[in-house]
Antibody, heavy 116, light 108 residues
Framework: QVQLVESGGGLVKPGESLRLSCAASGFSFSNFYMTWIRQAPGKGLEWISYIDTGSDHINYADSVKGRFTISRDNAKNSLYLQMNSLRAEDTAVYYC?????????WGQGTLVTVSS | QSALTQPASVSGSPGQSITISCTGTSSDVGDYVSWYQQHPGKAPKLVIYDVNDRPSGISNRFSASKSGNTASLTISGLQAGDEADYYCSSYTTAATVVFGGGTKVTVL
């Protein structure tokens, strides 16, 4: 079955960096756009970024543009999110997700906490 | 990248029908509107895609439509298990993704 497993979350200080990973299985990873979505504690969903199958078409939400970088390794069935210059408002559960037109599969999420 | 507008909460009694609205602009609410159900502590789950299509395994009690810049999700025959947060989303003409603020559905 389709599985997305995020890792790499944790507690960091403002200004620090963190790299999230997502391991995909149960489907042909290289054939799908992939997306990162986050949810701050007690808040709604916020789209962060997506990447196309060949890493040619990438887009970011204004809130993370210039600080976050999405990438993928189709040989490893893996999606990544490099997060730099982290701020308190980046504190959230980060979900790895399949597709962009609609999210057909979600990971369980990994919590990122930015606090001094 | 403004969020789509949803009511904060909607409630209904078991067996009743409820409707959740999702309003945006002509650039937001097009052919690629989707809806997600999220129970506390869980990842969201797709219940509607492409405005009014149901994924395999989703009850036909969930239906949706769109009129102008407003999409709507209707849950008929409300059940206790439907109590959750519901989010609309759209892939926009700007090639971005936008979510609504979420609606808490309470079964009375």
């Amino acid at each position: 079955q389709v599985q997305l497993v995020e890792s790499g979350g944790g507690l960091v200080k403002p200004g620090e960096s963190l790299r999230l990973s997502c391991a995909a299985s149960g489907f042909s990873f290289s054939n799908f756009y992939m997306t990162w979505i986050r949810q701050a504690p007690g808040k709604g969903l916020e789209w962060i970024s997506y990447i196309d199958t060949g890493s040619d078409h990438i887009n970011y939400a204004d809130s993370v543009k210039g600080r976050f970088t999405i990438s993928r390794d189709n040989a490893k069935n893996s999606l990544y999110l490099q997060m730099n210059s982290l701020r308190a408002e980046d504190t959230a559960v980060y979900y790895c997700a399949r597709d962009i037109r609609y999210i057909s599969a979600w990971g369980q999420g990994t919590l990122v906490t930015v606090s001094s | 990248q403004s969020a789509l507008t949803q009511p904060a909460s909607v409630s209904g009694s078991p067996g009743q029908s409820i409707t959740i609205s999702c309003t945006g602009t002509s650039s937001d609410v097009g052919d690629y509107v989707s809806w997600y159900q999220q129970h506390p502590g869980k990842a969201p789950k797709l219940v509607i895609y492409d405005v009014n299509d149901r994924p395999s395994g989703i009850s036909n009690r969930f239906s949706a439509s769109k009129s102008g810049n407003t999409a709507s999700l209707t849950i008929s025959g409300l059940q206790a298990g439907d109590e959750a947060d519901y989010y609309c989303s759209s892939y926009t003409t700007a090639a971005t993704v936008v979510f609504g603020g979420g609606t808490k559905v309470t079964v009375l």
